[in-house]
């Protein structure tokens, strides 16, 4: 077969079981083209294709004209690969990409692509795509997507369809995911060729192997190359974020939130808009918590999702926030941290900032405070214990409170534990 394409040929990757009737029949204008199509490439037998060999199609013979993608936002370092240059071409807002170009991404690199329909895809960092098809008949609604993730991970929006013929399919080394209209992820597992994939609305028809399994909205499924699909599990829960801060003056902050059930790691992502096209903040911990130091004030957005066993992600939790000129946190001073106390009418004290009108303390049995045992406003740097702690284990915290009840800088968790008392 042809290896060198111009700028006007489409290549065609084949598949097994593929001819040049079937691949004349699916994408050329009528079935008179096939024999100019085993001569342009060259084809001794139009009956033996050997499955991933390229096939070179000039656009010109296909049924339908390609309807570029846009690329809408683009974050660290993304590039794009065109089938007729070797050389890689540094992504930019505004670009259209045509069917056999590959988008390749970076450790930094995020890319967002909207397709004709106003389908969106986001391509994540250490990612590769290429671009299959990409047509829209605007007579009837038709709208035909489809790529191939190489490894990496996407998340799509598809626009509902118009048409029933509609397609939007994603290919990975281990199956084919195909949608309805609906929005879902996929993931090559790192250091496998496992496919991840996790449904938050609409349904995805998963084959690989002759099978297909269908994975309803708030389930997710793995498929291990050379099997047919597992049974569909539900996707974790949301983390609960809502005793997140949500204004500081502090650029420097550490979130913790609950456990969610189930979760092995999290998944964290900081952005300075609320669509999360472009990301400060990237990566995943064993624990539910992070340490960001921001660069500047402004407003955020936190997204958490925690991820199962098999490496499926869960339910978006998303967190906004305001960071503003930066005031020092108060400083905890009695009890220290890991203190143990024998007395029931000791006084918690602390220092906080001058220009702060009121001090909140917090004291819980979980260092999540999703409950306390003492919670108390007021202008005072101290605190007298007034009801007897029962012995165990506690948390304490303070916060600045300023004019207008805004909470600005908790202060870091100090534990002490309450002993037998006398």
Request: charged fraction near 20%; aromatic fraction near 10%; avoid cysteine.
């Amino acid at each position: 077969l042809n290896a060198q394409a111009t700028e006007e040929d489409w290549v065609y990757t084949t598949r097994p079981g593929d001819t040049l009737w079937n691949i004349t029949k699916d994408y050329l204008k009528d079935m008179t083209f096939w024999p100019r199509l085993q001569k342009y490439n060259n084809i001794i037998n139009p009956k033996l294709l050997p499955p991933g060999s390229r096939l070179l199609i000039p656009v010109a013979w296909l049924k339908q004209q390609p309807k570029p993608a846009s690329v809408i936002a683009v974050n660290g370092i993304a590039h794009v690969k065109l089938a007729n240059k070797p050389q890689l071409i540094p992504l930019k807002i505004g670009m259209k990409i045509n069917i056999s170009s590959e988008i390749i991404t970076e450790d930094t690199g995020r890319v967002v692509l909207e397709f004709a329909d106003g389908s969106q895809l986001i391509i994540q960092k250490n990612t590769l795509v290429k671009l299959d098809r990409l047509t829209a008949h605007n007579s009837n609604g038709m709208v035909d997507t489809r790529m191939r993730v190489q490894k990496g991970r996407v998340e799509t929006e598809v626009s509902p369809f118009k048409n029933k013929k509609s397609r939007f399919e994603i290919t990975t080394p281990a199956a084919v995911a195909s949608v309805r209209g609906t929005r879902f992820r996929v993931n090559i597992a790192p250091r496998s060729t496992a496919m991840l994939s996790e449904v938050t609305k609409g349904n995805v028809e998963v084959t690989s192997e002759g099978i297909t399994q269908t994975v309803p909205a708030g389930f997710g499924i793995r498929v291990n190359k050379g099997e047919p699909p597992t049974a569909p599990q539900p996707l974790l829960a949301a983390a609960d974020l809502s005793r997140l801060e949500t204004t500081l003056s502090r650029l420097s902050l550490k979130f913790t939130w609950p456990p969610i059930i189930g979760a092995k790691k999290y998944h964290m992502e900081i952005a300075p808009t609320p669509h999360f096209y472009q990301l400060l903040f990237d990566q995943t911990s064993s624990t539910p918590s992070l340490e960001w130091n921001a660069q500047a004030t402004g407003e955020f957005s936190l997204r958490v999702r925690g991820i199962n066993s098999a490496g499926n992600e869960g339910f978006d939790a998303v967190h906004h926030f305001s960071i503003i000129n930066e005031v020092p946190a108060p400083q905890l001073v009695y009890p220290p941290n890991k203190a143990r106390i024998d007395k029931s009418d000791f006084v918690f004290q602390w220092r906080g900032h001058s220009d702060a009108e009121k001090f909140r303390l917090q004291v819980s049995s979980s260092k999540y405070f999703e409950q306390t045992v003492i919670e108390a406003t007021g202008n005072q740097q101290y605190y007298s214990v007034q009801k007897k702690l029962a012995p165990g284990s506690y948390y304490w915290r303070v916060a600045n409170i300023y004019p207008n009840n805004i909470v600005l800088n908790t202060s870091e968790i100090f534990h002490f534990n309450m002993t037998n008392q006398p």
